[in-house]
């Protein structure tokens, strides 16, 4: 499937298929394409829960306005953004470092270089660093859900919930801001789907804020 294919095919699947499962292979699959996505630096500031209990959806379930895909996708995810995923001694930064040194990207001279500009792009002010985690997680979730249409599987990424009462009832600590939720299964049978919404032409989303 090409990518005008997936792009036109993906939707937002409000209600799921309880009784088929999304298989650990194709959760595997699907988690190491969208892992692919670009992000600065390669920091990779993400990370994901994965929800397949009945007991832990429905929790997450009450914190999410009881939205019923909580709990009927086989699969849901709470996805995470690391804001301390630029910093010095951070597991993925180091594994980033020796990568790059490895590949010879990097020379042991740099990375003074490397730190202070991860560190004057991300941490001159909390909004840098929440743009840094959510942007570049926002890369990934995305790719997850392109990767879920590529597989035969639906998604709906969800804004809807308590992030504290989230954070609270899964132990999240405090360098990860929520994003979103994401429901990942297969299509209620005999779902049908309305139209695809409406979406803004090329000439709507390019602007010029120059004087004429």
């Known amino acids: 499937m090409g990518f005008k294919a997936i792009a036109e095919k993906r939707r937002a699947v409000n209600f799921f298929d309880p009784q088929r499962d999304v298989s650990e292979k194709q959760l595997e699959e699907l988690i190491t394409m969208a892992a692919m996505a670009p992000s600065s630096f390669n920091l990779q500031p993400w990370n994901l829960i994965v929800l397949r209990g009945a007991e832990e959806k429905e929790r997450l379930k009450a914190l999410a306005w009881g939205q019923p895909k909580v709990a009927e996708a086989p699969v849901t995810l709470i996805v995470l953004a690391d804001k301390n995923g630029w910093q010095e001694g951070h597991p993925t930064l180091e594994r980033n470092w020796q990568e790059m040194l490895k590949a010879g ?38 790719s997850l859900m392109y990767a879920a249409t590529s597989l035969g599987l639906e998604s709906h990424p969800m804004d809807g919930f308590d992030h504290e009462g989230v954070r609270k009832a899964f132990n999240i600590p405090e360098n990860y801001w929520l994003p979103l939720l994401l429901a990942i299964g297969y299509r209620k049978p005999g779902l049908e789907l309305s139209a695809a919404k409406w979406r803004k032409s090329k000439e709507e989303i390019v602007v010029s804020f120059t004087e004429k």
């Open 105 to 142: 990207s990097m020379q042991p001279a740099q990375r003074d270089w490397f730190l202070g500009a991860a560190r004057s792009l991300y941490d001159w002010s909390p909004e840098a660093n929440l743009a840094f985690a959510a942007k570049n997680t926002g890369f990934f979730a995305m």
